[in-house]
C-alpha cells in the first residue's frame, strides 16, 4: 500500500508472529532501540543485513520487509553533480559538435575513457558523459554497439552513486541497443546489481536466473567470454538469495559459479571491461560477502585470509567492496582499529568511490559505536563520509 514504511512492515509481521519488540530483539540479534526507531517511524530505512536477521527470526522472506522508497538514496550534493548526465542521458543535450561524430570516433573516446570507470574517477567522468552521449545518440542505428557499451558503462555509474531511477533508464537503453548475447547479458549483470541496491531482490532472482539458463554454455568447448557471463549472473542469483534468507540456494548458485570460474583458471576481462572481470578470485570474495550478510564475522576473516593477492586481479571496486567487509568483520569482533585502518586504505585508494558506499558509513557508524573515544582521524573520516550526526 502506498506510504508503507520498512517500520509499518516489520511491526504488522511481528504482531502477527506474537512477537514484542523486545522478543524479536533477541531473537534476530537486532537492537530493541533500532526496531523501536523503525516502528515510530524515527529511522526511515537500514541496510539489507539488518533486515534479514529481522527476516530470519520472523521467518518470512527479506523481500517482505522491503519498502519501496520513491526516490533515489542519493544525497543532494550528489543528485546536483550528476545533473547534466542524466539531462544527456534523456536526450536534453547542450550544445552541438564541432564536427558530425563518427561510430569508430566515438569507440575511440570510450575506450580513452575506460581508466576513468575503472580507477572511479567521478568528477572527471561527470564532465566527459554529456557531450560523449550527445555524440553517441547522433550516431543513429549504425551506432548501436557502441551507444550500448556507454549507456552500459553510464548506468554502472549511476548506480555507484545511487542514482537508480536514471541508472535504469541507462541500462534498458542499453538493452535495447545490444545486439550481442554477451554484451546482452553483461548489462543484465549490472542490473541485477542495481536491482539488488533497490532491495528488489526478487526480481533479481527471476531476471539473473531466467538469464543464466539461457546462455549456460557448454563447459567443453565455452569461452572465456561465455563463462565468465554465465558465472556473473549465477553470483547475482547467489548474492540475491543470500540476502532474502535462502541460504541453500544461495550456495547452489555460487558453487556453478566457482565451477566456471575454476575452468577459466584465472581473472577475465573480455576486451580489457572491468565491467566484465571474472574469476577463481572474485567468486572467492563473493563467498566471503555472502558469509558477512550471514553475520559470520569469524568465517568471513578466515575465506579473506585465502584469497591471493598476486597475479590478476578482480576490478578495483570488487576488491573494495571485499576489504568492506574484512572491514565489517573486525568491527563485529570488536577489533575496531583494524576495520578503520581498512576504511582509511580504502579511501586513500579510492576517494571517489567509497564516499558513495552506504556500508562504509555503517561500518564507521559501528566504530563510533563501540569505542569510548575517538581518535582525530576517526573523527576526520566520519566528517569525509557524510556521516549524520
Known amino acids: ?81 550528476w545533473a547534466p548526465v542524466r539531462a544527456a542521458l ?139 557471463a554465465w558465472g556473473w549472473l549465477l553470483v547475482r542469483v547467489s548474492t540475491a538469495a543470500a540476502r532474502n534468507g535462502e541460504p541453500g540456494e544461495a550456495e547452489d548458485a555460487l558453487s556453478l559459479a566457482r565451477a566456471a570460474a575454476v575452468r577459466m583458471g584465472t581473472e577475465y576481462a573480455a576486451s580489457a571491461d572491468f565491467l566484465r572481470t571474472f574469476g577463481p578470485v572474485t567468486v572467492a570474495m563473493k563467498r566471503a560477502e555472502n558469509a558477512m550478510v550471514e553475520d559470520r564475522a569469524d568465517v568471513v576473516l578466515t575465506l579473506a585470509e585465502k584469497i591471493p593477492t598476486g597475479g590478476p586481479r578482480p576490478t578495483s571496486n570488487n576488491r573494495n567492496r571485499h576489504r568492506l567487509d574484512v572491514a565489517m568483520a573486525n568491527v563485529r569482533l570488536k577489533r575496531y582499529g583494524d576495520g578503520f585502518e581498512i576504511l582509511r586504505e580504502i579511501r586513500h585508494a579510492s576517494p571517489e568511490w567509497i564516499v558513495n558506499q552506504r556500508f562504509a558509513k555503517d561500518i564507521m557508524s559501528d566504530i563510533i559505536s563501540g569505542r569510548r573515544t575517538l581518535t582525530s582521524d576517526m573523527r576526520e573520516m566520519a566528517d569525509f563520509l557524510r556521516l549524520e550526526y
Not at 506510504?3 to 508472529?17: H, M, Y
Not at 530493541?32 to 520472523?58: C, F, P, V, W, Y
Not at 536526450?91 to 575506460?114: I, K, L, S
Request: aromatic share 4%.
Open 1 to 81: 500500500m502506498s506510504g508503507t514504511t520498512i517500520g509499518d512492515l516489520v511491526q504488522s509481521v511481528r504482531k502477527r508472529r506474537g512477537l514484542t519488540q523486545r522478543e524479536l530483539a533477541e531473537l534476530s540479534g537486532v537492537s530493541l532501540s533500532l526496531i523501536r526507531k523503525l516502528e515510530q517511524g524515527e529511522r526511515e530505512d537500514t541496510r539489507l543485513e539488518t533486515l534479514r536477521k529481522l527476516a530470519m527470526a520472523l521467518k518470512v522472506p527479506t523481500a517482505k520487509l522491503i519498502a519501496r522508497p520513491d526516490a533515489d538514496e542519493a544525497p543532494s550534493q550528489t543528485v546536483d553533480q
Open 90 to 228: 534523456l536526450g536534453r543535450h547542450q550544445g552541438t559538435p564541432d564536427e558530425e561524430p563518427t561510430v569508430q570516433g566515438v569507440d575511440d573516446a570510450v575506450r580513452a575513457a575506460m581508466p576513468l570507470f575503472a580507477r572511479d574517477r567521478f568528477t572527471d567522468l561527470g564532465l566527459l558523459l554529456p557531450p560523449l552521449l550527445r555524440d553517441a545518440d547522433a550516431l543513429g542505428p549504425e551506432g548501436r554497439d557502441v551507444r550500448s557499451r556507454l549507456l552500459h558503462l553510464t548506468g554502472w555509474l549511476l548506480t555507484q552513486t545511487r542514482q537508480y531511477e536514471a541508472a535504469d533508464i541507462a541500462l534498458q537503453r542499453a538493452l535495447d541497443d545490444s545486439s550481442d548475447r554477451l554484451d546482452a547479458a553483461a548489462v543484465v549483470n549490472t542490473w541485477c546489481w542495481l536491482l539488488i541496491r533497490q532491495g528488489k531482490l526478487k526480481e533479481t532472482l527471476t531476471l539473473a536466473s531466467r538469464w543464466a539458463d539461457d546462455i549456460e554454455p557448454r563447459f567443453s568447448r565455452a569461452t572465456m567470454g561465455e563463462l565468465s
